[in-house]
T-cell receptor
Framework: AQSVTQPDIHITVSEGASLELRCNYSYGATPYLFWYVQSPGQGLQLLLKYFSGDTLVQGIKGFEAEFKRSQSSFNLRKPSVHWSDAAEYFC??????????FGQGTILTVHP | DGGITQSPKYLFRKEGQNVTLSCEQNLNHDAMYWYRQDPGQGLRLIYYSQIVNDFQKGDIAEGYSVSREKKESFPLTVTSAQKNPTAFYLCATEDRGSTEAFFGQGTRLTVV
């Protein structure tokens, strides 16, 4: 079965520190991969997406993600976190035009 | 203003009542989706529609119903058969070929 796993439920970092959020996928073929961010009580905003090609993907708000086929991973990174980055982050995967499979989400807390 | 409108933002329902959540889009996207979000479980797909007058069950369709009479609208009815309806409901759309989902701001349903 297709699945997306985010191993970390909650991560806390200090403002200005680097960030890495983990995402692992299990698909028969390489899926399309996405990272979304959600502020409390709001919808989801797309940060970045990977379809094919360059395995390092740049997104909005200074985020990037690296696709590693050998590790079935698509981890999200940011070199310096801002307090406004505090939110819940979702990794998602899909194989074609259609429905996505979401990870459980990682809540990011940023300490001043 | 282009986008996805979900209404109402907050909804309260008595046990045993049906309730309908609205999702309207003016993005001219073909596909529309309903997701349910519970804490720690990410988003789970309820129903989706890739074309007018056609829709498919997602992973947790029991106790829900939908219709797609117009391209712009994809209402979700939470029936009394849904045993645990209290959740945050998100509507999404997708343009054919883009594989990128756009989300509404959500409706929080509470059963009282």
């Amino acid at each position: 079965a297709q699945s997306v796993t985010q191993p970390d439920i909650h991560i806390t970092v200090s403002e200005g520190a680097s960030l890495e959020l983990r995402c692992n996928y299990s698909y028969g073929a390489t899926p399309y991969l996405f990272w979304y961010v959600q502020s409390p009580g709001q919808g989801l905003q797309l940060l970045l997406k990977y379809f094919s090609g360059d395995t390092l993907v740049q997104g909005i708000k200074g985020f990037e993600a690296e696709f590693k086929r050998s590790q079935s991973s698509f981890n999200l990174r940011k070199p310096s976190v801002h307090w406004s980055d505090a939110a819940e982050y979702f990794c998602a995967g899909g194989t074609s035009y259609g429905k996505l499979t979401f990870g459980q989400g990682t809540i990011l807390t940023v300490h001043p | 203003d282009g986008g996805i409108t979900q209404s109402p933002k907050y909804l309260f329902r008595k046990e045993g009542q049906n309730v309908t959540l609205s999702c309207e889009q003016n993005l001219n996207h073909d596909a529309m989706y309903w997701y349910r979000q519970d804490p720690g479980q990410g988003l789970r797909l309820i129903y989706y529609s890739q074309i007018v007058n056609d829709f498919q069950k997602g992973d947790i369709a029991e106790g829900y119903s939908v219709s797609r009479e117009k391209k712009e609208s994809f209402p979700l009815t939470v029936t009394s058969a849904q045993k645990n309806p209290t959740a945050f409901y998100l509507c999404a759309t997708e343009d054919r070929g883009s594989t990128e989902a756009f989300f509404g701001q959500g409706t929080r349903l509470t059963v009282v």
